[in-house]
């Protein structure tokens, strides 16, 4: 699986957009960019993901550049609630054995 | 559906001690997933299954064993505890298709002193 890169944190005023970045460079035409979240050392917490297209759920918003070299998980209208590490993960998709590595993840603190 | 259930969530042990983490889940799912998680870092995958039966190693699998006799259950076993395995330690499990999405216990922290 490809390797990512975030930022180690990012802060964002509540009821602001939260913008985090994540380069994936070496990225392969079969893996998927997923995105999970873990709060206060709970367990991960799937968001989102996509393979190329833009996509959008009821918790967040994932952009994909044209060439996939990177992305952006967007918060719309960050809560104190969305404090925690996010982690952007690739790995390629369908019925690959579903194994993530998580690496450091980016650290969102949301202040009032 | 409760998920993904571990017990227990605390426990300190003793070096050379053994004990084993238990996971069960109740969605049905074919694959299931050990992690630890030392303090500041990311999740490091020790063990997964992908059915009854069938188990093979992750990134960091010396000093653990498991076993999958059912679908359900996926028992993490710590053999000889050590202080390097003082840590985080999160089951997971999945379908085999579809989202690709895990889905988390609420983890059991292990001391070894």
């Known amino acids: 699986d490809a390797k990512t890169t975030q930022p180690t944190s990012m802060d964002c005023a509540e009821g602001r957009a939260a913008n985090l970045p994540c380069n994936h460079s070496?990225?392969?035409?079969?893996?998927?960019v997923y995105w999970y979240r873990q709060i206060h050392s709970q367990g991960p917490q799937y968001i989102i993901h996509?393979?190329?297209n833009n996509e959008t759920n009821e918790m967040a918003s994932l952009i994909i550049t044209e060439d996939r070299k990177s992305s952006t998980l967007i918060l719309p209208h960050a809560t104190l609630r969305d404090t925690a590490v996010y982690y952007c993960?690739?790995?390629?998709?369908?019925?690959?054995?579903?194994?993530?590595?998580f690496g450091g993840g980016t650290r969102l603190m949301v202040k009032p | 559906n409760a998920g993904v259930t571990q017990t227990p969530k605390f426990r300190i042990l003793k070096i050379g001690q053994s004990m084993t983490l238990q996971c069960t889940q109740d969605?049905?799912?074919?694959?299931m997933y050990w992690y630890r998680q030392d303090p500041g870092m990311g999740l490091k995958l020790i063990y997964y299954?992908?059915?009854?039966?069938?188990?093979d190693k992750g990134e960091v699998p010396n000093g653990y064993n498991v076993s999958r006799s059912t679908t359900e259950d996926f028992p993490l076993r710590l053999e000889l505890a050590a202080p390097s395995q003082t840590s985080v330690y999160f089951c997971?499990?999945?379908?085999?298709?579809?989202?690709?999405?895990?889905?988390f216990g609420e983890g059991s922290r292990l001391t070894v002193l």
């Open positions: 997971a499990s999945s379908y085999p298709t579809g989202t690709g999405e895990l889905f």
């Open positions: 070496t990225i392969s035409g079969n893996e998927y």
């Open positions: 996509g393979l190329k």
């Open positions: 993960i690739v790995r390629v998709g369908g019925n690959a054995g579903n194994m993530l590595t």
């Open positions: 969605m049905n799912h074919n694959y």
């Open positions: 299954s992908v059915g009854a039966g069938i188990t």
